[in-house]
């Protein structure tokens, strides 16, 4: 019986974490609202996902006909399969803007909103694997900031992460703040923002202290609050 209920409660999470359950987009309209942007993406995750399943399916179906010799089947199947990878591309589009959108919260600190969305993406930062993926990809800008003219101009990251050769103590110390046991998932949403965020992240600009300040911040957050990698899924009130 439990081996039951551990199975069923795999396959629900499953469910949702891809967007073919709708309750995400439910839970997130009934506490956020329709127009928030987290709700938005939520849906469009969930209507991406049951459109990638029905072209799935019409894949199947073009090949059964291939096999029984229908006539226009290879037609149908190519169109079939053209469709259903550009609906699988969006839907993988979908399920990061989604996850962008609950790391935004998380790293708004607003923790009067648990949704599950948030609760699975929190989990997600906060596991050791995440962190030390973060820790790394630090560490290899960092690799390359000291190396900066021996790498070629086509093949170097944006011009921004050279200034990191200048802050070995303060990414040093960051990287430490990733790898401790107790951590902040507020820091770790930050960070990892502070990688993915383009031309919005101080790493990518120009300028010595705003990196400086946004590397120290991050790792204070950090190491502030103790070990926040748990919540409670319990419904509250909405972020403007």
Same mark, same amino acid.
């Given at each position: 019986?439990?081996?039951?209920?551990?199975?069923?409660?795999?396959?629900?999470?499953?469910?949702?974490?891809?967007?073919?359950?709708?309750?995400?987009?439910?839970?997130?309209?009934?506490?956020?609202?329709?127009?928030?942007?987290?709700?938005?993406?939520?849906?469009?995750?969930?209507?991406?996902?049951?459109?990638?399943?029905?072209?799935?399916?019409?894949?199947?179906?073009?090949?059964?006909?291939?096999?029984?010799?229908?006539?226009?089947?290879?037609?149908?199947?190519?169109?079939?399969?053209?469709?259903?990878?550009?609906?699988?591309?969006?839907?993988?589009?979908?399920?990061?803007?989604?996850?962008?959108?609950?790391?935004?919260?998380?790293?708004?600190?607003?923790?009067?909103?648990?949704?599950?969305?948030?609760?699975?993406?929190?989990?997600?930062?906060?596991? *050791?694997?995440?962190?030390?993926? =973060?820790?790394?990809?630090?560490? !290899? @800008?960092? /690799? +390359?900031?000291? %190396?900066?003219? $021996?790498?070629?101009?086509?093949?170097?990251?944006?011009?921004?992460?050279?200034?990191? *050769?200048?802050?070995?103590?303060? =990414?040093?110390?960051?990287?430490? !703040? @990733?790898? /401790? +046991?107790?951590? %902040?998932?507020? $820091?770790?949403?930050?960070?990892?923002?502070?990688?993915?965020?383009?031309?919005?992240?101080?790493?990518?600009?120009?300028? =010595?202290?705003?990196?400086?300040?946004? @590397?120290? /911040?991050?790792?204070?957050?950090?190491?502030?609050?103790?070990?926040?990698?748990?919540?409670?899924?319990?419904?509250?009130?909405?972020?403007?």
């Amino acid at each position: 019986m439990t081996s039951f209920l551990r199975r069923a409660a795999f396959l629900r999470d499953a469910a949702r974490s891809t967007g073919l359950a709708g309750a995400d987009a439910r839970e997130a309209e009934s506490v956020l609202g329709r127009g928030h942007r987290l709700t938005r993406a939520v849906s469009n995750h969930h209507t991406l996902a049951l459109q990638s399943v029905v072209a799935t399916l019409a894949i199947a179906v073009g090949a059964f006909g291939l096999l029984a010799h229908v006539r226009h089947a290879t037609l149908v199947l190519g169109i079939a399969v053209a469709v259903g990878v550009a609906f699988v591309l969006m839907w993988a589009v979908a399920r990061k803007i989604a996850r962008e959108r609950a790391q935004d919260l998380i790293a708004a600190g607003d923790d009067s909103v648990v949704l599950s969305v948030v609760v699975r993406e929190r989990r997600r930062l906060g596991s *050791r694997k995440e962190r030390e993926r =973060l820790a790394k990809s630090l560490e !290899a @800008l960092h /690799r +390359d900031a000291l %190396r900066w003219n $021996g790498i070629l101009p086509q093949f170097r990251p944006p011009h921004g992460v050279v200034q990191l *050769r200048y802050l070995p103590r303060e =990414l040093k110390a960051l990287t430490t !703040a @990733l790898r /401790r +046991d107790r951590v %902040r998932v507020q $820091g770790v949403a930050l960070a990892t923002r502070f990688l993915t965020d383009g031309y919005r992240s101080p790493l990518y600009g120009d300028e =010595l202290e705003p990196l400086r300040e946004e @590397l120290n /911040r991050i790792r204070f957050l950090l190491e502030t609050g103790g070990d926040r990698t748990r919540d409670e899924t319990r419904p509250e009130r909405a972020a403007a």
